[in-house]
């Protein structure tokens, strides 16, 4: 309704040259049948009421709409984290630990379906492909992935940069994979692996396809949408699997769950990550990333080389079978550990780098991650090997009892292996890459010349040589990684102390339950035994006062938790 000058005003609609002076507006407008308001507002009833008086409200100022950069920033941009990192790293670990705790079943019961349709010659001619190629495949991500989560501020010319040239790798690597088929037919007399080693190489270049969007997706901790699609990856992969097992493909339901996993999950993660690469010129910061990422890639690589040089001695040496009893002994073992420590792996390594110039808060937070890993992985690790003669058969069946003792022995060293990896996230977080790189040099000789001795004596010589050399490496380790860190080594000590030696106490009560109650049905033994070492493992956190203080933390968790779930 613009103004007509001082007197009067023209209504919409109306021409342009008519007003209606003030005073005579007033009188007129008491007339019902003449008043034009009145009149005005009848011949539009169906239309929405004109805007007030321009000179009364002023215009909305105009919001330009967002650019297609501004749409992507929200997957660079972590300062809103940082306001509730407390709560948020808590929900993430429980969203983490849900997922993992979902796959952990689903991925029990496929072992128990495929190990009744397999047999171990199955499992051991994945081994021998999976040995080999995974090495390769460390390089298809040069570490640039973690140097996305850890960098404290990316744009889009970075991430774009570092796509392009993690496909380009994945590329080549999938290449260098296919070419390699005919080797490994020679090196272990297997015409079967050729065909393997071609379907592994096409799955490689698929997943890098998917390494930004995850990146992106854990810096932002969106954890729970990470979890849904590792369920679903994992179930589409696994039903997929026990199909071709049920209808008698052999090894390649073994080949299917672990190529169809990648697949499922680039497509998911393409379709909830909305960032898409951009087409632009090298990033002039390409070389720190890669610098970076070099430090964790040439750990990755000596750390492989090392921790599947068991799978090679065996299988060159002993044989596929042996080499599937180790094998599957070794997965079926770590199969719950891994599913409790790469949650929380996974949230502290993006938390710990926002923490990276708070020294107080990062000791803190890293104590307390340390803390609650070592609480439930210590006595988790003990109940599996109190009770691992009748886990292997109710979980892989009698085919595979001599596996039984494998599991026991390789359990020794699992008992430390999760709390100990964890000094090598402190030098992630903290930037050091390059004293990272030697920690792997250092660990991984050690662990293969504990290998080459052990295999003399069969695969339980290597199981104890493993464990031997991981004690031996656990103090001077520790000592190398943590040097000028905010954390000590003391203080690393005293947060497994509790949990390390009221874990042996407890196994100590389960296993005098197995003596003198071994007679019962393995799963009811089972399930009684772990109920006795979980009541044991609680009352022994009530003996002393500062005890009960540092199991008040793991119970703040539960409340925190709780309160979360309420209030969704």
Same mark, same amino acid.
């Given at each position: ?61 105009? @919001? ?16 809103? $984290? ?43 001619? *994945? ?16 570490? $640039? ?30 290449? *260098? ?7 490994? @037919? ?37 954890? =729970?949408?990470?979890?849904? #699609? ?22 390649? =339901? ?41 430090? +964790? ?16 001695? +065996?299988?060159?040496? #002993? ?53 609650? &890993? ?7 690790? *003990? ?20 596996? =039984? ?27 050091? *890459? ?9 660990? =991984? ?26 004690? $031996? ?13 905010? @954390? ?38 089972? &399930? ?9 493992? +609680? &009352? ?25 779930? +309420?209030?969704?």
């Amino acid at each position: 309704m613009p103004l007509r000058g001082k007197g009067g005003f023209s209504l919409p609609g109306t021409s342009a040259g008519r007003t209606w002076p003030i005073p005579y507006w007033n009188i007129f407008c008491r007339r019902k049948r003449h008043n034009p308001l009145r009149l005005y507002l009848s011949s539009r009833k169906h239309l929405p009421m004109p805007s007030p008086p321009d000179t009364l409200i002023p215009p909305a100022p105009d @919001v330009p709409l967002a650019t297609p950069e501004q749409a992507v920033d929200k997957w660079f941009d972590t300062r809103h $984290l940082k306001g509730d990192l407390k709560n948020r790293s808590v929900q993430g670990g429980f969203n983490t630990i849900g997922g993992q705790a979902v796959s952990f079943l689903m991925n029990i019961c496929s072992t128990v379906i495929l190990a009744r349709l397999l047999s171990p010659d199955d499992y051991g001619l *994945v081994a021998m492909v999976t040995a080999i190629t995974g090495f390769i495949t460390i390089f298809k991500d040069l570490g $640039l992935s973690a140097a996305i989560v850890q960098r404290e501020k990316i744009d889009q010319q970075q991430v774009s940069s570092v796509f392009w040239l993690n496909l380009l790798i994945s590329f080549g690597i999938a290449v *260098v994979v296919a070419l390699l088929a005919p080797v490994l @037919v020679y090196f272990y007399q297997e015409e079967r692996l050729f065909s393997i080693t071609l379907v592994f190489a096409g799955s490689i270049f698929i997943t890098g396809l998917s390494l930004q969007h995850n990146a992106l997706m854990q810096r932002q901790m969106k954890f =729970a949408v990470l979890s849904l #699609i590792q369920i679903a990856s994992t179930a589409g992969s696994l039903l997929t699997g026990i199909l071709l097992a049920w209808g008698g493909y052999g090894y390649w =339901a073994l080949v299917a769950t672990m190529v169809l996993t990648p697949v499922f999950s680039t497509i998911a993660l393409w379709s909830v990550c909305s960032w898409r690469p951009s087409v632009a010129r090298q990033s002039p910061d390409l070389g720190s990333f890669l610098k970076f990422g070099a430090g +964790i890639t040439g750990f990755d690589l000596v750390n492989y080389f090392s921790r599947n040089m068991d799978n090679v001695l +065996i299988g060159k040496f #002993i044989g596929a079978a042996a080499l599937g009893l180790y094998s599957k002994s070794y997965q079926l073992l770590m199969l719950p550990i891994t599913q409790l420590r790469n949650p929380l792996n996974a949230v502290a390594l993006p938390v710990l780098s926002s923490l990276q110039t708070e020294k107080e808060k990062f000791r803190s937070y890293y104590q307390r991650y340390l803390f609650t &890993l070592a609480f439930f992985s210590m006595p988790l690790v *003990v109940g599996l090997g109190v009770y691992s003669e009748e886990l292997i058969l109710l979980v892989l069946g009698e085919q595979w009892a001599a596996a =039984a003792y494998i599991f026991k022995l390789l359990a020794i060293s699992a008992f430390i292996q999760p709390i100990a990896g964890t000094q090598g996230l402190i030098l992630i977080t903290t930037g050091q *890459v390059r004293r990272y790189f030697l920690y792997g040099i250092y660990n =991984a000789i050690c662990i293969t010349a504990g290998f080459a001795v052990g295999i003399y004596w069969g695969v339980a010589g290597v199981a104890i040589a493993y464990a031997i050399v991981t004690y $031996l490496l656990l103090f001077p380790l520790l000592r190398f990684c943590l040097q000028g860190s905010p @954390v000590s080594v003391s203080s690393f000590f005293r947060e497994i102390a509790f949990p390390g030696g009221f874990s042996l106490l407890s196994g100590a009560a389960m296993l005098v339950y197995k003596i003198y109650l071994g007679h019962l049905p393995s799963l009811l033994l089972c &399930l009684v035994g772990a109920f006795t070492g979980a009541t044991v493992y +609680i &009352l022994l956190w009530q003996s002393t006062r500062t005890s009960r203080e540092r199991f008040q933390q793991i119970l703040e968790i539960k409340t925190m938790l709780f309160k979360r779930i +309420i209030k969704k």
